[in-house]
């Protein structure tokens, strides 16, 4: 089965710091990477994915993931931390089930706090 | 786009009752999915629908659960003789078809058994 770890607990960064949420992952074949974030009581909103092309892939919110291969990672980005971007991150990888199942397999999720 | 729909937000019961879940995709989105977030975890999957056929469902979905999508729009989830390890927050998510499109998921449903 596909999966992705995310080996970080909790991400501490000051407001207008540059934010990095790690994840790495573990595939067979080509993976179908996506970064989901989650505030309180709330379900999962999508960031961005990469499926092909550039290693690069600019998201919502102004988010952005790399993509790389040689070091199987997907860390997710952003150049000026907000304080309303602490939240809960999830990376997911689509773990292809039977009939065309895109079922997805989720990290445990970091927690980012971004202090004022 | 109205987003995933979820009722109820909160359901708390006592251990051994029904409960049943609904959830409203998007309404253009043929495939429907279900999944399981427990307290400092990433969801887990439960069942997958296109349109009206139930065409996967994890090993975490005992006999208990049955869930269903019967004119391949609204989908209900239903979990008989709750048990205390059932208390989670219960995801519903939908998509379009296509191998890379995202799933977009609603608020949930937290379930708490007493």
């Known amino acids: 089965a596909q999966s992705v770890a995310q080996p970080e607990d909790q991400v501490n960064v000051a407001e207008g710091n540059p934010l990095t949420v790690k994840c790495t992952y573990s595939?067979?074949?080509?993976?179908?990477l996506f970064w989901y974030v989650q505030y309180p009581n709330r379900g999962l909103q999508f960031l961005l994915k990469?499926?092909?092309?550039?290693?690069l892939v600019k998201g919502s919110y102004g988010f952005e993931a790399e993509f790389n291969k040689s070091q199987t990672s997907f860390h997710l980005k952003k150049p000026s931390a907000l304080v309303s971007d602490s939240a809960l991150y999830f990376c997911a990888v689509r773990d292809m089930g039977v009939s065309g199942n895109n079922r997805l397999a989720f990290g445990k999720g970091n927690q980012v706090v971004v202090i004022p | 786009d109205t987003g995933v729909s979820q009722d109820p937000r909160h359901k708390i019961t006592k251990r051994g009752q029904n409960v049943t879940f609904r959830c409203d995709p998007i309404?253009?989105?043929?495939?429907l999915y279900w999944y399981r977030q427990t307290l400092g975890q990433g969801p887990e999957f439960l069942t997958y629908f296109q349109n009206e056929a139930q065409l996967e469902k994890s090993r975490l979905l005992s006999d208990r659960f049955s869930a269903e999508r019967p004119k391949g729009s609204f989908s209900t989830l239903e979990i008989q003789r709750t048990e205390q390890g059932d208390s989670a927050m219960y995801l519903c998510a939908s998509s379009e078809d296509g191998s890379n499109q995202p799933q977009h998921f609603g608020d949930g449903t937290r379930l708490s058994i007493l």
């Open positions: 990469y499926i092909t092309g550039d290693n």
């Open positions: 309404s253009e989105h043929n495939r």
């Open positions: 595939v067979s074949g080509n993976p179908y």
